[in-house]
Nanobody, 122 residues
Framework: VQLQAFGGGLVQAGDSLRLSCAANGETFSSYAMGWFRQAPGKERELLGATIWSGSSTYYADSVKGRFTISRDNAKNTVYLQMNSLKPEDTAVYYC????????????????WGQGTLVTVSS
């Protein structure tokens, strides 16, 4: 599975932004998908992950209620909707895929996309 994340950019605090992650491969719908981010000088952080159907999603406490993960298996795409953005959300955002949800949650997915930079100005 090859993943490509896009949609990052420069926004102001309080704005919303939606990231997309497009996957190739016919088996996308069988994979759990997740979003991570890494801020300068910090470790990579799991934001959330969803099972193959999108019917169950895990969120980190740091983004729960502000960020939403969804997926469209017909388009081989997973999304990260980010609302009420804060300067501390500035980071490189990554999508990832794994055959099992727990693999994404523990931070060891089989596949990573390249990152897309989100910068939130105050």
């Amino acid at each position: 599975v090859q993943l490509q994340a896009f949609g990052g950019g420069l926004v102001q605090a309080g704005d919303s932004l939606r990231l997309s992650c497009a996957a190739n491969g016919e088996t996308f719908s069988s994979y759990a998908m997740g979003w991570f981010r890494q801020a300068p000088g910090k470790e990579r952080e799991l934001l959330g992950a969803t099972i193959w159907s999108g019917s169950s999603t895990y969120y980190a406490d740091s983004v729960k209620g502000r960020f939403t993960i969804s997926r469209d298996n017909a388009k081989n795409t997973v999304y990260l909707q980010m609302n009420s953005l804060k300067p501390e959300d500035t980071a490189v955002y990554y999508c990832a895929a794994a055959r099992k949800l727990h693999t994404v949650i523990r931070g060891t997915p089989e596949y990573w996309g390249q990152g897309t930079l989100v910068t939130v100005s105050s």
